[in-house]
């Protein structure tokens, strides 16, 4: 079936999606040394803000816990982040069985408790420390702005950016995942800030199927060396956002899709998002690599930052085949 403007059975992709995560199985990582796992964390405390508005139905409802579970758990698990650090904004009545990250929420993601969130991230983070920040759910565009549903009054692009803007630690991410969240792109740039975002800043304005992609990368990732999407010995940021992109480029492709989610990336300040992807993902998926073109390596431009940002799960492979610089 053709989504979007054929018709898309949003309710089906959201069961199938959940259903996907929920029997998702970590990768085999037997032959992996434990002992050589790359320490990449910058020092100081590692914050992160997790940002779900509204679900809608319960499809989506099912889609979207299952996804913040499995983030939950990657960040905390894998990547350093210590669970009280973590802060979860959930804009569903919490049911009896839910699970560690939604257990945990601090409450809904309106406009009230967002602004307080950053208010205190803001005042907390110091210049050593990290701080990641996902927004997942839905938006709207409007022509002229991008608008995240809360409940209650939404807040767009212009005014989430506004919250962030004192953030001063040296490691800064922002995962943009819902329709139109290109737009987010340029209130959130500056020098030393990685914003992704899942679509272009353009009416791409259905559903997006990033955010889920994104979650089981850093939370079930494929072994090291098929992480290493650019070949460079070493699995980063870059890597992460590649595999996701790809991954998202293919669901299109093996359902029949018109793809309508076009993931950007920007780490060089200028407030625009570049398809980094491109050189990377087969023409079939929309990119530019053939059996004759070999992927880049980002030395500058968008992705250099992000390619600096080195992940430490997977762990590095005993004998990993893969050069270094």
Request: with cysteine.
């Amino acid at each position: 079936m053709k989504r979007n403007t054929l018709g898309y059975a949003a309710g089906g992709l959201a069961l199938a999606l959940a259903s996907a995560l929920a029997h998702a199985q970590p990768p085999n990582d037997a032959a992996l040394s434990p002992a050589r796992v790359q320490q990449a964390s910058a020092p100081g405390t590692r914050h992160a803000l997790i940002v779900c508005g509204l679900t809608g139905d319960a499809a989506h409802r099912t889609l979207f816990s299952g996804t913040i579970e499995t983030l939950y758990t990657g960040l905390t698990t894998h990547h350093a982040f210590s669970p009280g650090k973590v802060t979860v904004l959930w804009s569903d009545a919490k049911a009896d069985n839910e699970g560690p990250a939604l257990t945990a929420s601090s409450g809904p993601a309106t406009r009230e408790t967002l602004v307080e969130a950053a208010t205190a991230l803001v005042g907390a983070v110091q210049p050593q420390d990290t701080l990641w920040v996902f927004v997942l759910g839905h938006t709207h565009y409007d022509g002229k702005h991008s608008w995240l549903n809360l409940p209650g009054p939404d807040m767009n692009q212009a005014e989430f950016g506004n919250l962030f803007a004192g953030i001063q630690c040296q490691e800064q991410v922002f995962f943009m995942t819902t329709a139109a969240s290109g737009f987010f792109v340029k209130p959130l740039s500056k020098p030393g800030r990685i914003v992704i975002a899942a679509t272009e800043a353009d009416r791409e304005v259905n559903e997006t199927i990033f955010p889920h992609k994104l979650a089981a990368v850093l939370s079930q990732p494929p072994p090291y060396l098929e992480l290493d999407i650019d070949g460079d010995g070493r699995v980063s940021l870059l890597d992460a956002y590649l595999w996701t992109a790809r991954e998202t480029a293919q669901e299109y492709a093996t359902n029949m899709w018109l793809a309508t989610e076009h993931a950007q990336l920007d780490d060089n300040g200028d407030g625009r998002g570049s398809e980094v992807q491109a050189g990377f993902l087969l023409e079939e998926l929309g990119g530019k690599l053939t059996a004759e073109r070999k992927p880049p390596l980002v030395l500058s431009g968008d992705g250099a930052i992000a390619r600096r940002l080195l992940l430490s799960y997977p762990p590095l492979p005993s004998s990993p085949d893969a050069k270094t610089e």
